[in-house]
T-cell receptor, first 116, second 108 residues
Framework: ETGVTQTPRHLVMGMTNKKSLKCEQH?????MYWYKQSAKKPLELMFV???????ENNSVPSRFSPECPNSSHLFLHLHTLQPEDSALYLC???????????????FGPGTRLTVL | LAKTTQPISMDSYEGQEVNITCSHN???????ITWYQQFPSQGPRFIIQ???TKVTNEVASLFIPADRKSSTLSLPRVSLSDTAVYYC?????????FGTGTRLTIIP
C-alpha cells in the first residue's frame, strides 16, 4: 500500500463510451500526476496538478480531460477514445511539484484500460 | 533533458549483490539522480535518490562518481522478490522522465 488508490483497477470501454478514472491519495500531498504506460514504452507524464491547479499538460489529446477538485482527489475523464489509448494509467502524488520532494512520487496501482 | 542509458536486462542469483549502472553524460549541475523499481502491473516505487558520492538506505545504495556522468544502484543480497524493472532518472527542472529501465531477473 502506497497511500494512493485508483479505481477501477480494470476497465473495458468502447470508442463511443464516456468513463472516468479516479485517484485518491491519503498522504497529505500537494501535487498529483497522471501517467500513461503502454506496452513496451516508457511511462509518459500526462498531467500535473499542484494545489488543485493544473501546471503541466504534455500535449495530451482532448479526449483525456483531467479534473482535480481538491488536493486529495484526481480524475481522468475519458471520451471517444481510440484502441491505441489502451494502456495502464497510473496516478501519483508527491509532497510538492518542485525541488527534491518532486523526485519522490508515490504511485497508485494503476487502471488497466482496454479500448475496443 | 539529460538522457540516461542503462542495460536492458540483467540476471543474478539469489543472495548476490547486484549493481546496475546508468550513464547520464549530459547531467546538469542542478540535476538529481533518482531510481525507481516497478513490479508487473504495479506503479513504480521510489528506491533512492542522490546528488553526489554515496547514499545508502534500508533498501539500496547509490554510488555517484565525482564527475556525476554515471551512477550505480547496488542491491545487497537480492532475493526472488527483487525481480522487477529498475529505472534510473535524472531529474531536471522538476521533471521526471522515465526510460525503458533495466529488467532484473533473480534466479533461484
Amino acid at each position: 500500500e502506497t497511500g494512493v488508490t485508483q479505481t477501477p483497477r480494470h476497465l473495458v470501454m468502447g470508442m463511443t463510451n464516456k468513463k472516468s478514472l479516479k485517484c485518491e491519495q491519503h498522504l497529505g500531498h500537494n501535487a498529483m500526476y497522471w501517467y500513461k504506460q503502454s506496452a513496451k514504452k516508457p511511462l509518459e507524464l500526462m498531467f500535473v496538478y499542484n494545489f488543485k491547479e493544473q501546471t503541466e499538460n504534455n500535449s495530451v489529446p482532448s479526449r483525456f480531460s483531467p479534473e482535480c477538485p481538491n488536493s486529495s482527489h484526481l480524475f481522468l475523464h475519458l471520451h471517444t477514445l481510440q484502441p491505441e489509448d489502451s494502456a495502464l494509467y497510473l496516478c501519483a502524488s508527491s509532497q510538492g511539484s518542485s525541488g527534491r520532494n518532486y523526485n519522490e512520487q508515490f504511485f497508485g496501482p494503476g487502471t488497466r484500460l482496454t479500448v475496443l | 533533458l539529460a538522457k540516461t542509458t542503462q542495460p536492458i536486462s540483467m540476471d543474478s542469483y539469489e543472495g548476490q549483490e547486484v549493481n546496475i549502472t546508468c550513464s547520464h553524460n549530459n547531467i546538469a549541475t542542478n540535476d538529481y539522480i533518482t531510481w525507481y523499481q516497478q513490479f508487473p502491473s504495479q506503479g513504480p516505487r521510489f528506491i533512492i535518490q542522490g546528488y553526489k558520492t554515496k547514499v545508502t538506505n534500508e533498501v539500496a545504495s547509490l554510488f555517484i562518481p565525482a564527475d556525476r556522468k554515471s551512477s550505480t544502484l547496488s542491491l545487497p543480497r537480492v532475493s526472488l522478490s527483487d525481480t522487477a524493472v529498475y529505472y534510473c532518472l535524472v531529474v531536471r527542472n522538476e521533471k521526471l522522465t522515465f526510460g525503458t529501465g533495466t529488467r532484473l531477473t533473480i534466479i533461484p
